[in-house]
Antibody, heavy 115, light 108 residues
Framework: QVQLQESGPGLVKPSETLSLTCTVS????????WTWIRQPPGKGLEWIGY???????NYNPSLRSRVTISLDTSKIQFSLKLSSVTAADTAVYYC?????????WGQGTLVTVSS | EIVMTQSPATLSVSPGERATLSCRAS??????LAWYQQKPGQAPRLLIY???TRATGIPARFSGSGSGTEFTLTISSLQSGDFAVYYC??????????FGQGTKVEIK
């Protein structure tokens, strides 16, 4: 059974960089797209971007200038970095596996942007 | 960017009744459409992919239909655990993949 677990700081100051890691267990990291999605409190879902096993990436145009997603195959982890954060980036951040649809999700981690 | 529009925003249904949720895409997404269920404090769970294929472990009372721009999720006989928010998502035209705003299914 594939499991994903997000980790990282729950509080980030405005203008700083949000950094999260997703650890994958119970399955191979190859042949899939590894994705980040976020959900502001009380709102809907927003796709942030993905990294493929090959290393290729694709980002939401609305966030592209601030986002980097990378993969560490040796640790079976992938990471999200979002720079220059503001209060609008406060959300629950989910990592997920994509095989077309998003079939496995982490439990999510709340990141609050506040001084 | 493809805009996904779900209706209604809230659906009040009695246990045992049928629920029908709609999702419309601003342009064709073929059959590259998924449905997710989200309960409070939990991550979304994949119910349907390819517009009509149930994900592993999903009960047969959940069914999806449609193609192109019009899609439907039907829950044939609502059980207590089915009261949740449901999202559709297209994965045909990127970037980005886009989600609908959600339909909340509540107890009548």
């Amino acid at each position: 059974q594939v499991q994903l677990q997000e980790s990282g700081p729950g509080l980030v100051k405005p203008s700083e960089t949000l950094s999260l890691t997703c650890t994958v267990s119970g399955g191979s990291i190859s042949s899939y797209y590894w994705t980040w999605i976020r959900q502001p409190p009380g709102k809907g879902l927003e796709w942030i971007g993905y990294v493929h096993y090959s290393g290729s990436t694709n980002y939401n145009p609305s966030l592209r200038s601030r986002v980097t997603i990378s993969l560490d195959t040796s640790k079976i982890q992938f990471s999200l970095k979002l720079s220059s954060v503001t209060a609008a980036d406060t959300a629950v951040y989910y990592c997920a596996r994509e095989s077309g649809a998003l079939d496995y999700w982490g439990q999510g981690t709340l990141v609050t942007v506040s001084s | 960017e493809i805009v996904m529009t779900q209706s209604p925003a809230t659906l009040s249904v009695s246990p045992g009744e049928r629920a029908t949720l709609s999702c419309r895409a601003s342009q064709s997404v073929s059959s590259n459409l998924a449905w997710y269920q989200q309960k409070p404090g939990q991550a979304p769970r994949l119910l349907i992919y390819g517009a009509s294929t149930r994900a592993t472990g999903i009960p047969a009372r959940f069914s999806g239909s449609g193609s192109g721009t019009e899609f439907t999720l039907t829950i044939s006989s609502l059980q207590s655990g089915d009261f949740a928010v449901y999202y559709c998502q297209q994965y045909n035209n990127w970037p980005p993949w886009t989600f609908g705003q959600g339909t909340k299914v509540e107890i009548k």
